[in-house]
Each structure stands twice: as C-alpha cells, then as structure tokens.
C-alpha cells in the first residue's frame, strides 16, 4: 500500500508560477516510477511529467520548457515546478506512483489530487 498527499495548487495568474509537492508514504521501496497527471472535465487524464527511480524523466510536449519534475528521496516527496503558466494549464493535478506488485505487473496509485487555475 502506498499513500499519496498532494500539495501546493492554487489560483495564479497567467505567467505565474507553482510548485507542486507530493509525499509518498507506505510500501514505497518497490516504486519504479512517479509522476504528476492533469484532468479536466470531460478528458482523460494526461501524462504532465514523470520520473523514475533511475532520474530518468519524461514530459508532455504543452509543458517541456515549462514544467519541471524533481524528486528528494530524503523526504520521499516528488515535485513539480510550474512556470509561464497557461489558462489551458488548469487542471486538477494528481500525483502518481507506479509499483512492482509481480515480475509482469504493475500497479498506480493516485493521490487525491490538488486544483491549479490559470487566470487569464
């Protein structure tokens, strides 16, 4: 069991920047990946950025530049920073992470999520 606790959304103005915090608690040694998503009503949730336990990242190609995906394992916590923001990235953002359950399945976690809106 892994539980997740996201942090750090709010209203800002366009241009304006966040910082996202997820901490991950529970059976966390066997996470192979986290990741941040996005979703708004009446679309599938999206990809924004991930990492793996390697500090391998991947981005969504509306936030390279932008957005920024860090980890401090110390703290277990996860971040992304947000900059330039845009009305269209509003959304409430979830924080995931990917979990070795067997040697061919895997399995996500999802925190509750926290609400970003981009004024224009």
């Known amino acids: 069991q892994v539980q997740l606790v996201e942090s750090g959304g709010g209203l800002v103005q366009a241009g304006g920047s966040l910082r996202l915090s997820c901490v991950a608690s529970?059976?966390?040694?066997?996470?192979?990946?986290m990741g941040w998503y996005r979703q708004t009503p009446g679309k599938q949730r999206e990809l924004v950025a991930a990492i793996t336990n390697g500090g391998s990242t991947d981005y969504a190609d509306s936030v390279k530049g932008r957005f920024t995906i860090s980890r401090d394992n110390a703290k277990s916590t996860v971040y992304l920073q947000m900059n330039s923001l845009k009305p269209e990235d509003t959304a409430v953002y979830y924080c995931?992470?990917?979990?070795?359950?067997?040697?061919?399945?895997?399995?996500?976690?999802w925190g509750q999520g926290t609400q970003v809106t981009v004024s224009s």
């Open positions: 995931n992470a990917e979990k070795v359950v067997t040697g061919t399945s895997r399995f996500k976690y």
């Open positions: 529970g059976s966390i040694f066997s996470i192979i990946a």
